[in-house]
Structures are given as structure tokens and as C-alpha cells.
């Protein structure tokens, strides 16, 4: 049974619509797919018909942007209730803050001599509940600022970059206990990814599970072998769970292939009967 816990259609930063995203996961031999779109349950419904169509299974889920300590940490939230007010009161925050950033970054850039429009980043968010970084660097590929997305953040994008600009993300802390409460289970992503390793240390993580923190990414392409292996055994003596996924864009990233890392069935197994039993 081969199972991918972690990717993005277009209702979010994904290039393929739920539907064609489930479609391509059947065709790469996958049985269980979860859609997680940043802080976006529009495309469950779409996703969900096509896995019944094509007959594999379907886990809806999010990537909630929230920050931990000032820094910004992605929060997997498996089979929350998208009605829960709490959880979709937050959510509504998040995207309000994201759609409020564009503007700013799109003159930070201007300032920076580069001829970039809310038009051009628009162009590029299509179907998209709002249009994010992501969808910047898409506008400057197009330009001919920069050579792909990757190159966009480290050169434009990223903290302490020209074209950055700071945003309202939730706090960890309060948005751990809320997916719960929503009957969601809450998984850390690319828990080490992106310089996550000091901040996410085993006392932090030790702490979150106190909290309602059921799990951690470990198979993920930001984390190194040895990365890997060390946070599988932190989850071990954590008990929390071990999930692995693609984190799959489309072609919004490269090296994220459908089901280039997957999630144990156990592991599944697990997760379900949590998600169960918050319900
Ligand atoms: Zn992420
Ligand atoms: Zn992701």
C-alpha cells in the first residue's frame, strides 16, 4: 500500500486541479492520497469525487501557515471539520494576511528596480484562494527576473531578501490544540526542513505533543538521510507519529514527485483512529 500524505493542487500553490492531481496519483501507482493546500479546504470536494472515480483513497487535509518562536513553521492538519468556526475564523486570518502581503512585496520589488505588477503575480494565482509567494516568483520566471521558483526566493523572496515582506501568521501553539478541537489531527511538516533543526528540538517538540501534536514529517526531500533517521527516532521516543510525502506542486517544484516518499501503513493506520477519535 503506497501512501503520499502531503501534496498542493491549484487551490493553492499547485499546478494541477484537485481533480487532475488525484488522477495523476492513481496513474503513479499510489492507493492513498491527501490533498494539503496551504490554509485551503476549497479543493477537498473536487479531490474527494475523483478519488471515488478513479478508486483510490482519499485523506483531506491542510498545510496551515503559523509561526513558532518568530519563526514560521508548516502545520499538517489531517480530517478536521472545514465547518469547525474556530479553525475556519483562523484560516480566513491567514488568507487575509497573505492577500494583504502581495501588494507589499510587489513594491519592495518596484523599489528594487525590477518592473513587476499585481497584474503580472495575478496572472499566475489563477484558481488560487489568494495569491502567495509562490505565485511572485512564478511572475518573475515569467519576466525573465529569475531562472525558476527556487532561484526567485533565494535571490528575491526570502528573509532578508529585497522583495521580502513579513506577514500574520497563527501562532503553533494555539493553532495545535484548535485542528484538534476540530477533530483534525496535527502533523509538524518538513519538520527539519529549512533550518527547522535548532527550533524544532526535541524539548520544543516534547512540548507541542503536550499540546496535541500528534506527529512529524520525516520523509520528506528537505530532510538529509541522517535528518531522517534522527527524527524517526525522536518520534520514537516521543510517540508521535512518523508520516512521509511528497509535498507535490505539479510542476510548481521540481524533485516532489507523486509518492517520492511515502507514509507506513501503520502509520496510516494510526493517524485514522486519532482522527477518529477526536470526532
Ligand atoms: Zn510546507
Ligand atoms: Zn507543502
Request: glycine share 10%; charged share 25%; aromatic share 4%.
Amino acid at each position: 500500500m503506497r501512501i503520499d500524505l502531503h501534496t498542493h493542487s491549484s487551490a493553492s500553490d499547485g499546478t494541477d486541479t484537485p481533480a487532475d492531481l488525484v488522477r495523476a496519483a492513481k496513474a503513479a501507482g499510489l492507493d492513498v492520497v491527501a490533498l494539503t493546500d496551504h490554509d485551503a479546504t476549497s479543493g477537498w470536494t473536487e479531490a474527494a469525487a475523483a478519488a471515488d472515480e478513479v478508486g483510490i483513497g482519499f485523506v483531506p487535509g491542510l498545510e496551515i501557515s503559523t509561526k513558532f518562536r518568530h519563526r514560521g513553521v508548516h502545520l499538517l492538519a489531517y480530517l478536521p471539520d472545514p465547518t469547525h468556526p474556530p479553525l475556519v475564523g483562523a484560516l480566513d486570518r491567514i488568507i487575509a494576511g497573505r492577500t494583504e502581503r502581495t501588494p507589499a512585496i510587489v513594491a519592495a520589488l518596484r523599489r528594487h528596480g525590477i518592473a513587476i505588477t499585481e497584474d503580472d503575480v495575478r496572472r499566475e494565482s489563477g484558481g488560487s484562494v489568494a495569491a502567495g509567494r509562490p505565485h511572485v516568483a512564478d511572475a518573475l520566471v515569467r519576466l525573465g527576473v529569475a531562472r525558476d521558483r527556487t532561484q526567485a526566493f533565494t535571490d528575491l523572496l526570502d528573509p532578508g531578501r529585497p522583495g521580502y515582506a513579513n506577514r500574520y501568521a497563527a501562532d503553533l501553539e494555539d493553532m495545535i490544540p484548535l485542528v484538534t478541537a476540530a477533530g483534525g489531527v496535527a502533523v509538524i511538516a518538513h519538520a527539519w526542513g529549512r533550518r527547522g533543526r535548532s527550533l524544532l528540538d526535541e524539548q520544543a517538540l516534547a512540548g507541542l505533543r503536550d499540546q496535541g501534536l500528534a506527529g512529524i514529517e520525516v520523509d520528506h526531500q528537505d530532510h538529509s538521510p541522517a535528518d531522517r533517521s534522527e527524527l524517526r527516532d525522536l518520534a520514537r521516543r516521543l510517540d508521535l507519529l512518523v508520516t512521509g510525502s511528497s509535498d507535490y506542486h505539479g510542476l510548481g517544484k521540481v524533485d516532489h514527485d507523486l509518492g517520492v516518499n511515502t507514509t507506513d501503513p501503520e502509520q496510516y493506520e494510526r493517524l485514522l483512529s486519532l482522527a477518529g477519535a477526536a470526532r
